[in-house]
C-alpha cells in the first residue's frame, strides 16, 4: 500500500516510538515496533525458512501465522470501511470491490480503494460479505498454506480445512462471515468431532484441541439457542432442528447438553434458557479429557 496512514498499527507504531524514546530504551523499542509491523508476507517467509521437527510443531508457526493475519484483517477492515465511507460507496460501488478485487487493473473506482485492495492481494486476503450483507476482510486458510507450497498433510491440512470451511476462527458461531446459519451448526460440530476421532491416537492433537474445544463452545452454545434470545420461545422448525440431532446423532459427546437444553425448554413451554457450554465440557464431549501420551 502507498498510503498507510489511516492503518491502525501505524499509529500505534507511533506511539511505541515515542515511548521508548522517553525512556531511552531504543533497542527495546525498535523490537517491539519490528513484531508490530510484521506483515503476513513477512510471517510467510518466516514459516517457509524454519525447519519443522516435533520439538517445534508446525502447529504453532500456523498458529503465529493466523495471529498476524487476523490482526491484519481487523486492519484492513477499519481501512476499507473508512475509506468507502470517505468516497461514499453505496451498494453498487461496494459490489464492485468484491468483483474486481482479484483484477485491480480494470477496477475504475477511486484510487485508495485500488490501494487497499493491492495491499489484500500482496497479503493473502481477500473480501467478502457477512450474513448482514457487509463487506468483510477474509482469509482462506488452506489456499494461503497451498500457495506457499508447504507440505501439508493428515493433520495438519485437516484442521486448515475444517478452519477454512466449517469453522470461522475470527466470528465464530452466529454471525460467522462463512454464511453458515446456526440450523447447520450441527454440520460444524460433526466436523470437530469427526477430526478429534480421526486423530485421537496422535499426540499432536493437544496442539490444537483447547483451541478447537472453544470453538466448538462457542457454536454448540448458538446451536441450541435456536437463533433466538434468552426468553424467547423457540420456533417449532428449531424445536425439531434439535430433537433431530439427537435422532441423528445418537453416539455424539454433544447429546447431552443438547438433550439437557430440550429438557429445560420443554419444562419452560419450549423458551428459550441460557444453558452454559464451556471448553472443559467441550473437552470431555470430544472425548480429550484424557489426552493421548507420546
Do not use: C
Not at 484492513?76 to 465511507?85: A, E, G, P, Y
Not at 490501494?115 to 486476503?125: A, I, S
Request: aromatic fraction near 12%.
Amino acid at each position: 500500500m502507498e498510503n498507510v496512514d489511516d492503518f491502525p498499527r501505524v499509529k500505534e507504531a507511533e506511539d511505541v516510538i515515542e515511548y521508548y524514546e522517553s525512556e531511552g530504551d531504543i533497542a527495546t523499542g525498535k523490537e517491539a515496533i519490528n513484531e508490530l509491523l510484521k506483515t503476513p508476507d513477512m510471517a510467510k517467509e518466516e514459516y517457509e525458512s524454519r525447519n519443522f521437527s516435533e520439538e517445534f510443531p508446525r502447529f504453532f508457526v500456523m498458529r503465529e501465522l493466523r495471529g498476524v493475519l487476523r490482526g491484519f484483517q481487523a486492519d484492513f477492515q477499519s481501512v476499507l470501511i473508512k475509506r468507502m465511507k470517505e468516497q461514499e460507496l453505496y451498494p453498487d460501488g461496494q459490489q464492485d470491490i468484491i468483483d474486481y478485487q482479484d483484477h485491480i487493473e480494470v477496477y475504475d473506482g477511486p484510487e485508495t480503494i485500488k490501494d487497499v485492495l493491492r495491499g489484500l492481494n500482496k497479503q493473502g486476503l481477500d473480501i467478502g460479505r457477512d450474513q448482514s450483507d457487509k463487506l468483510v476482510i477474509v482469509t482462506d486458510y488452506m489456499s494461503l498454506f497451498n500457495d506457499m507450497d508447504v507440505e501439508l498433510f493428515g493433520i495438519h491440512s485437516d484442521y486448515l480445512t475444517l478452519l477454512g470451511s466449517a469453522i470461522d476462527p475470527d466470528r465464530p458461531g452466529i454471525g460467522n462471515d462463512y454464511g453458515i446459519p446456526w440450523y447447520d451448526f450441527d454440520i460444524v460440530l460433526t466436523m470437530t468431532e469427526g477430526y478429534f476421532q480421526e486423530y485421537e491416537d496422535d499426540p499432536r492433537l493437544e496442539y490444537v484441541a483447547y483451541e478447537l474445544a472453544q470453538y466448538a463452545a462457542i457454536y454448540l452454545r448458538d446451536y441450541v439457542s435456536g437463533g433466538v434470545e434468552v426468553e424467547e420461545k423457540l420456533p417449532k422448525k428449531a424445536q425439531n432442528e434439535l430433537t433431530a440431532f439427537v435422532d441423528n446423532y445418537p453416539e455424539s459427546g454433544f447429546v447431552s447438553v443438547i438433550e439437557d437444553a430440550i429438557s429445560q425448554y420443554e419444562a419452560n413451554n419450549w423458551k428459550r434458557v441460557d444453558i452454559a457450554v464451556t471448553q472443559d465440557m467441550m473437552l470431555k464431549a470430544l472425548g480429550f479429557d484424557d489426552p493421548p501420551q507420546d
